[in-house]
């Protein structure tokens, strides 16, 4: 029988639709509302996917999903480091406006994707890394997730699953909120285990069925570098560390395809909506022997706000609703997901204030203009890191940059100019700072901001 919430729910979903012509006819019957899977992966570089044109990688199943879906040229991130990714991700909102810019956790009075989607009738999972608070407040069952397997903080060693980055070593793997001990066991294979296993346990035709929203965070190609010894056989000619860095990129699209390989045997692949996109660019850190990602053209790396810190390889996948084979060069953002499949899903948002937009007109038709501005800031205090781009101009206060020699670098990666402004459009690669001579664009973005921030 259903509770008078879900009847809320649902009718505020049809009417959702109803108004929405671009809208799924199908997600009108709550049983065909479209499942979603996000698969977010981690320090990946701007170009590191077959399909962008790299030529020593092969990602062959991120690859079928833009053959079958729609490959996202001009995506970025909301931020360049982990944890505040995830908030612009799951919140829809600047991570600054969402109070966290780094590394840390997520506020409690936030509200989440996963609880906009449990309030809207679906169920809701978390598979993998959260990086976002330990507590039971902010863990993923305190922020909309009916079930969770992963670990809470930044990355683990994928068999022996401690977290190591400082002492004393700590176990880190959790099973909706119990600690389990899987030694040996590789993690790549216990998340694909328990995706499929979220997966059945709400699909069929049964009472308990319900549409699903899993969000499945790989810790991949995140350092430590723990790709299959296959994969590492394959790149032996590659020198280090491409090639460790690209057999756990591999590693990675392999486990990627025992999902959807498994979407398509239970029948579920024509329903569901499934995203590829990593939260950030590859790390140049000493885990990751400093370096393995490619950017491409593109300047930076993670922690920085250059384009290869932020610009992300990504894919889109909804059988019947997206054209096959297809590219979008537009704009877009991490945020713009959390709108964008809750007007597909006839999910209601919430009435906090969005940074992103549903892309819904873009990614159907090719027909909407892109989005024309967005905020990016890394770290707080008083002299934080930030951008802002309008159009094809991109202001960046205190740059950092790792991937420079350090003799044109100050402490950090941070350079020695506070501005710097590019044109996007003759200069993707930000070699060229323009902001000495336009001082005019200069202050109009810096103004900008200024506006963009007033009410965080």
């Known amino acids: 029988m259903l509770t008078i919430a879900l009847i809320v729910a649902i009718a505020s979903a049809t009417a959702a639709q109803d108004a929405d012509p671009t809208a799924s006819a199908a997600s009108r019957d709550t049983s065909q509302r479209p499942n979603v899977l996000i698969i977010y992966g981690d320090d990946q570089g701007s170009i590191d996917m077959g399909c962008f044109g790299v030529e020593d990688l092969e990602t062959p199943n991120m690859d079928r999903l833009a053959a079958q879906g729609l490959q996202l040229t001009q995506m970025y991130s909301a931020a360049p480091v982990c944890s505040a990714s995830r908030v612009g991700l799951l919140t829809g909102r600047y991570p600054a406006r969402a109070g966290q810019p780094g590394n840390g956790d997520l506020r409690t009075e936030e509200i989440t994707i996963a609880e906009s989607f449990r309030r809207s009738g679906y169920a809701t999972g978390h598979v993998g890394k959260w990086h976002l608070g330990r507590t039971d407040t902010i ?19 994928n068999f022996s699953h401690f977290f190591y980055w400082s002492g004393p070593n700590r176990h880190d793997l959790w099973d909706n909120g119990t600690e389990v001990h899987r030694p040996g066991e590789y993690f790549p294979q216990l998340m694909v285990d328990r995706c499929k296993q979220f997966i059945d346990r709400q699909s069929g035709e049964g009472p308990n069925s319900k549409p699903w929203l899993l969000y499945w965070a790989f810790n991949a190609p995140h350092y430590p570098y723990q790709g299959t010894p296959e994969w590492l056989e394959h790149y032996r000619e590659l020198p280090t560390p491409r090639r ?31 995203i590829y996109q990593p939260d950030h660019g590859h790390s140049t850190e000493t885990r990751a022997f400093g370096g393995g990602g490619n950017a491409g053209p593109y300047r930076g790396a993670k922690f920085s706000l250059f384009e290869g810190g932020i610009r992300v390889p990504s894919v889109v996948r909804y059988p019947g609703r997206l054209p096959a084979g297809e590219t979008r060069d537009q704009f877009m953002t991490s945020c713009d997901w959390f709108p964008t499949v809750a007007q597909w899903c006839g999910v209601q948002l919430p009435e906090t204030k969005l940074d992103g937009v549903s892309m819904v007109d873009v990614l159907v038709n090719n027909t909407a203009a892109p989005r024309e501005q967005f905020y990016w800031q890394m770290g707080g205090g008083r002299s934080p890191q930030w951008a802002v781009r309008r159009g094809r101009w991109k202001l960046i206060g205190n ?24 044109d996007l459009s003759r200069d993707p690669g930000e070699q060229q700072n323009l902001a000495g001579e336009r001082s005019d664009l200069v202050i109009e973005l810096m103004k900008l901001r200024e506006q963009m921030i007033s009410d965080f």
Request: include cysteine; glycine fraction near 10%; aromatic fraction near 10%.
């Open 139 to 157: 863990n993923p069952a305190g922020q909309g997730f009916d079930r969770w397997f992963g670990h809470l903080e930044g990355c683990i060693d």
């Open 399 to 422: 740059p950092r940059d790792t991937t420079l020699p350090q003799t044109q670098q100050i402490r950090g990666g941070q350079l020695k100019e506070k501005l710097f402004l590019a």
């Open 244 to 274: 460790e860095y690209c057999a756990f990129v591999s590693t990675m699209d392999q486990y990627i395809g025992m999902v959807l390989d498994y979407l398509e045997d239970q029948g579920l692949a024509d329903n569901t909506i499934v």
